[in-house]
């Protein structure tokens, strides 16, 4: 039996605001520049939105056109590791 290593991004040094949010959330690095893959999943598992960060320690996604709920932001690491916040849209 041959487990699958899962390797996992630390996110707890990302500030997500405004969270909840009615369309605009920020996610910031602090001064930290990073290269991510980032995508937005909605509770059925669909791709929402996917955008990326070169070289920068903030980055602005606008999720206004989203229905009310719960959306799941998976950062994706250039050396394979993942990370996933939670972001209410409220309107």
């Known amino acids: 039996i041959a487990l699958l290593k899962i390797n996992s991004l630390d996110v707890s040094g990302v500030k997500v605001y405004p969270n909840p949010t009615s369309g605009q959330v920020t996610l910031d690095w602090g001064n930290q520049p990073v290269d991510m893959k980032i995508q937005v999943y909605n509770a059925l598992g669909q791709v929402m939105l996917q955008d990326m960060v070169l070289n920068q320690s903030r980055k602005v996604l606008d999720l206004s056109r989203f229905a009310d709920g719960n959306y799941f932001v998976v950062l994706h690491s250039i050396d394979g590791k993942v990370g ?4 209410t849209v409220r309107k």
């Open 84 to 87: 996933t916040i939670t972001v």
